[in-house]
């Protein structure tokens, strides 16, 4: 059988990186091949050529064993190759069937006219094909990211490509939704389609994928059956060490003094009477199912939305927070779960955006910016967090997607806050990465900080948390010690219409 | 019509909220009739109202024409100039050439065309940005216009049937008691042909998505540039038509006039509810910002209100209107 896809000897560089050193990658029909990597390993701009977004400076494509010239979107559709991006990119403007359908929409009247029935029918069959309930004239913009993640697999879906790639399909879905988007692969795969997986997930590779390859600085590792292959060694092809990830135990906090202290907050239906302290030196973990209403009391308490009722207390003294600059002169960090629109400042350098809630420390006379002292900030969490660029010049759009959640981080461990709110703090980063900044939470922590971490994921809940707090339904429906069983979480999280 | 064309028309199909804000718009509008007919009794007479709508077809027009481009998520300073070179150019053709009318009209559209092709391939291909490069064109627009005319205005003496585009009346054959003009009809078929076309037709489509986010179109597979230079293409091809319509309503085309009329076409835009961040939109909107800006300058004119007071007026609703807008936009997410 001749393969999908081959790609021989890539070579590819940017201004001041040189992403992909003699990459190599081949796809089977009907498999699911996993390309894995660290952050910045070159797995999205291996798949960017394939999708003729960009053009290799060396080395050969051949799809179905003929070379071909992938020079644009438009001829890596042709070829028959789909793509789901890492970043959403999707027109908020648009209706949901409009974003599939863009460039393609059906025409009537001899061409002139769109067929605007026709082109919602097709999008929802193709909704109704992946058993998700969503009317196809929503518009984009007012659906959560998971939406939108489901809309941009339904858009890939619908070309009906042989080869589809998927770069960080899940990095945004619930347990029920990356359950059914498995069902979906597994359908493809019968048809014969090729599937690219990329995911820092590793229990996903364990469940989805056949084959695995690993790329390290843009160079290929090697590729190995996904099945037979221990994670560990998957990993240690990856980080080339391994990885130390035995969570410390936790420490006593009953002396501690609390730090944050929330009482009866409330709004609308989204957060319902929530009620909860974090002591100064805990890592408080907040569990719930996508929608539990976690991201909502984050924004409560950082000032980014209005409570209808409830007080915050910080080190016991009732608080007024009605903009985030209020939080953030009290002390309380967020990190919020999407970085794109509310946590990085795209078009500054990296220097800059860690630098960004910190400018009043590195003001000098008449607010001229100590650069020098900016400079060495940045350097020190760019190490930190390995954070992977040229310089801390670079502008931060360049960067892999991981690195740029890592360089939010920065900004929020740069600030010196007494809470740090981490939402979705490793969402995207890999599995060497995510270990340092566990470390480095628990050294904040170590320090007298209060931490409140939300995460999808409960292996991190459980890895990082003193404590978990479980939300249902914008209700806080329990209290867990650290290191309860999963079961226990999951039976809080699904507590439909009870009170704490 | 469809449905999807009505609420593209009153404005709900495109940015949550718009529905509410269209009928606040429409709302100001009214209030402005309610005070300005209590103020002084000649204000709802036919013969003002008729006066009111004439007052509004060129600006309503180019504000038509800015509207497309604005949703594209760019911007074009150049429509009050470019509307000065198509009627100059009709002159040329009526006056200086002596041909028939159906070719100065033909000429005037197909110079506006022209004009919006070459913007449209600065943007697009040269990337220059929509602010600079429509900058560029207005200037060199309102050098050319100088140039071919000698400086001086160019009279349609010549062509009997020309004023009448404008200043004629066909409903007025028909019902004498309402001799609505003709530039009035011309307005609303413009924004009726306009609205189809962004509604109903791949066009529209692609304006829209364009100024959503222009990236996601492109990695679709859609060849951004070409639709792109479209779009400015049509904007110049309506500035062709208000260059009739002010050249018809004057007789003649005035090589020195246009530079102004830019800005309030963009004011007419922006009061309708149209965003300038690109994606959003509406002609109705448009049509509505037009009227009141009319209304205000023609109402406080009968009232006596100073045409300096009249300016510092209009500054103030524009910044008003963003600010609604603004606040519908917090509200909307
Ligand atoms: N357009 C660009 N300009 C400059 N550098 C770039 C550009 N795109 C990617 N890079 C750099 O190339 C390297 C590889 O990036 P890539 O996005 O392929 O990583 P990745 O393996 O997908 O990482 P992640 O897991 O974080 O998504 C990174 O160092 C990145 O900063
Ligand atoms: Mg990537």
Redesign the pocket.
């Known amino acids: 059988m001749t393969d999908l896809v081959t790609m021989r000897g890539i070579d590819k560089a940017f201004p001041g990186v040189r992403a992909l050193k003699g990459a190599e990658f081949d796809l089977r029909p009907g498999e699911v091949h996993a390309l894995m990597g660290e952050n910045g390993a070159g ?2 701009t291996l798949m960017k050529i394939l999708a003729g977004i960009y053009r290799q400076d060396a080395g050969e494509v051949l799809v179905g064993g003929q070379p071909v010239d992938l020079g644009s979107p438009r001829a890596a559709i042709a070829a028959g190759i789909g793509i789901i991006h ?1 970043e959403l990119i999707l027109m908020p403007h648009l209706t949901a069937a409009q974003n599939i359908l863009i460039g393609r929409e059906p025409r009537k009247a001899g061409g002139l006219l769109l067929d605007e029935v026709a082109l919602n029918a097709y999008a929802a069959d193709v909704f109704k094909s992946m058993q998700l309930s969503l009317d196809p004239r929503t518009l984009v913009g007012s659906l959560t990211i998971a939406r939108q993640q489901m809309v941009e697999i339904a858009k890939a879906l619908s070309f009906r490509s042989r080869i589809l790639i998927m ?2 399909p899940t990095a945004a879905l619930n347990d029920k939704e990356v359950n059914e988007l498995f069902a979906i692969i597994n359908r493809l795969k019968a048809d014969g389609v090729g599937i690219v997986y ?1 995911s820092h997930k590793m229990d996903e590779i364990k469940r989805i994928a056949d084959r695995v390859t690993v790329m390290r600085d843009g160079a290929y590792v090697g590729t190995v059956d996904a099945r037979e292959t221990p994670i560990s060694k998957i990993i240690s092809m990856m980080v080339g060490r391994e990885i130390d990830n035995e969570a410390p135990a936790a420490p006593d906090l009953s002396a501690a003094p609390v730090a944050l202290e929330v009482r009866g907050l409330t709004r609308a239906t989204q957060v319902r009477d929530v009620s909860f302290a974090v002591k100064a030196g805990e890592i408080l973990g907040f569990a719930g199912l996508m929608g539990a209403g976690r991201t909502e009391v984050a924004r409560l308490i950082f000032g980014a939305d209005k409570a209808d009722s409830g007080e915050i207390l910080l080190g016991g003294k009732r608080i007024d927070v009605v903009a985030p600059q209020d939080a953030v002169r009290c002390g309380i960090g967020y990190l919020s779960e999407d970085r794109k629109a509310l946590g990085l400042a795209t078009g500054l350098d990296v220097r800059n955006n860690i630098a960004l809630a910190s400018i009043p420390r590195f003001s000098k006379l008449f607010g001229i910016l100590d650069e020098q002292a900016m400079h060495a900030a940045a350097n020190e969490y760019i190490e930190k967090l390995a954070i992977k660029t040229p310089s801390d010049r670079q502008p931060a759009r360049l960067l ?3 690195n740029q959640q890592k360089i939010v981080i920065a900004k929020w461990l740069l600030r010196d806050c007494k809470v740090l709110i981490f939402d979705e703090p490793t969402r995207g980063i890999d599995i060497g990465a995510k270990s340092e900044i566990y470390k480095l939470l628990n050294a904040l922590a170590a320090e007298g900080k209060a931490i409140i971490v939300i995460s999808s994921e409960l292996p991190e809940v459980l890895r990082l948390s003193h404590r978990i707090a479980v939300m249902c339904e914008g209700r806080l429906t329990g209290f867990l010690p650290a290191g309860a069983p999963q079961e226990d979480i999951m039976r809080l999280a699904t507590m439909r219409g009870a009170a704490a | 019509m469809s449905d999807n064309f009505l609420a593209g028309l009153i404005g709900k199909s495109q940015g949550a909220g718009g529905a509410r804000y269209k009928l606040l718009a429409f709302g100001s509008l009214i209030l402005l009739f309610v005070v300005f007919s209590l103020a002084s009794p000649n204000f709802l007479q036919t013969s003002n109202i008729l006066a009111i709508l004439q007052a509004t077809s060129v600006n309503g027009v180019l504000a038509i024409a800015a509207t497309v481009v604005i949703i594209t998520g760019g911007i074009d300073l150049s429509v009050g100039t470019l509307m000065t070179f198509c009627a100059v150019i009709a002159g040329v053709v009526l006056t200086f050439l002596g041909l028939p009318l159906p070719l100065g009209i033909a000429g005037a559209i197909l110079a506006g065309a022209g004009a919006g092709f070459v913007t449209g391939n600065i943007v697009a291909r040269l990337r220059i940005p929509p602010f600079i490069a429509t900058l560029g064109m207005m200037l060199i627009l309102k050098g050319l216009s100088l140039v071919i005319s000698g400086t001086r205005p160019i009279y349609f003496n010549g062509t009997p049937g020309f004023t009448s585009i404008s200043q004629g009346s066909i409903v007025g054959t028909v019902i004498p008691a309402v001799p609505v003009p003709n530039g009035v009809l011309v307005l609303f078929a413009v924004a009726i042909v306009i609205s189809l076309v962004l509604t109903r037709t791949a066009l529209g489509r692609y304006t829209f998505a364009l100024g959503s986010n222009e990236e996601a179109v492109r990695l679709s597979g859609v060849n951004t540039r070409g639709w792109k230079v479209a779009v400015y293409t049509l904007a110049g091809a309506i500035c062709g038509i208000a260059g009739l319509l002010i050249a018809s309503r004057l007789n003649s085309a005035q090589p020195a006039l246009g530079q102004g009329y830019e800005l309030d076409a963009i004011a007419a835009v922006v009061i309708g509810g149209t965003s300038l961040a690109g994606g959003s939109g509406t002609i109705l909107g448009t049509l509505i910002g037009a009227l009141i800006i009319s209304v205000l300058a023609n109402g406080l004119r009968i009232m006596s209100v100073p045409q300096e007071w009249q300016t510092v007026i209009t500054g103030t609703i524009i910044i008003l209107a963003v600010y609604i807008d603004m606040l519908r936009n917090r509200n909307a997410s």
Do not use: A
């Open positions: 797995k999205s890492q770069d960080e990329i892999s997607g991981g």
